[in-house]
């Protein structure tokens, strides 16, 4: 049986270890301001969006919601950043994706000042991420890593395989894996024979957003598995891209959904706008 990796029990560790370094930049007179912008209705964004902002609330974050119309033009958005980028009192600046068809999405993140880029997707910290030299980081990726690193899991030499090639998740995460010395396949909608790929990873990341995509015999035995998948079944419950029951038979570490990778995400975001804000102190 594999063991499980608790996103849950580690977020909220990191989220209370943050408590203290956010009072002490209270005590200095600065407080750690997160704005986050949502454009439209599409009901999964929102839920993201009230969880950041839940879990900023609760740490003393604060946390600016901006919520704008779906029709709003990509100038007007665009406008927005720029305030959000002048505003010295905002530290962190995220826009929620997918964003609706008339906005340009790397228009908006190449506005967003690097460094108040709460998401780590502009190209200068892109940039900085693959040369070994991270200043903001991608969330969900670097919560992985954390979590790894967690359970004392070295990636270092390891096979890994990573589904999915979005800049969100799948080429961060490859980045970061390489900066950890890992051997690292990224796989695709292209690529041919996935199966066989995937059943030699020592460590196996799925990304790809379909319900019952990985199944045991799709993984090598004793294999740590990172699902990435946030699903709705057939039954309206929420399930990652494994078929969990089968894999936690073959695998030696699995990430539960929900519960896994999700939460890490949410604790990651909330370290690195303290982590800005502190950078933002230190510049002055
Ligand atoms: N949509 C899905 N995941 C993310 C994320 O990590 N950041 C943003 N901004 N939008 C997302």
């Not at 090639?165 to 396949?185: E, W």
């Not at 990224?186 to 996935?194: A, F, G, Q």
């Not at 790929?197 to 035995?221: N, Q, R, Y």
């Amino acid at each position: 049986m594999a063991v499980k990796l608790d996103g849950k029990k580690l977020s909220n560790e990191i989220c209370e270890n943050l408590k203290g370094e956010i009072n002490e930049l209270k005590k200095k007179g600065i407080f750690p301001k997160l704005a986050v912008i949502l454009v439209g209705d599409d009901p999964a964004s929102q839920i993201y969006v009230r969880n950041k902002h839940r879990r900023a609330e609760k740490l003393g974050i604060q946390s600016l919601d901006l919520h704008l119309p779906r029709i709003v033009t990509e100038a007007e958005l665009l406008e927005k950043v720029k305030e959000l980028n002048a505003d010295p009192t905002v530290h962190g600046i995220l826009v929620q994706l997918p964003l609706p068809k008339q906005i340009d999405p790397d228009k908006v993140i190449n506005a967003i000042s690097p460094f108040k880029d709460a998401d780590g997707f502009h190209p200068y910290n892109l940039g900085r991420l693959f040369m070994n030299d991270p200043f903001s980081i991608p969330c969900t990726p670097n919560g992985i890593m954390h979590l790894l690193k967690a359970y004392d899991l070295s990636v270092d030499g390891k096979n890994v395989v990573i589904i999915g090639r979005s800049k969100i998740v799948g080429r961060p995460l490859a980045a970061l894996m390489i900066n950890q010395s890992a051997t690292v396949t990224v796989t695709h909608s292209h690529t041919k024979n996935l199966k066989e790929i995937t059943k030699k990873a020592d460590v196996l990341v799925s990304a790809v957003g379909k319900a019952g995509f990985i199944h045991g015999e799709d993984v090598k035995p004793g294999a740590i598995v990172i699902d990435v998948g946030i699903n709705r079944n057939a039954a309206g419950k929420l399930v990652g891209d494994v078929v969990q029951k089968q894999v936690e038979q073959i695998a030696g570490y699995l990430t539960p959904v929900p519960g896994g990778v999700g939460p890490m995400t949410i604790a990651m975001l909330m370290k690195q706008t303290v982590e800005l804000a502190k950078w933002s102190a230190l510049k002055r």
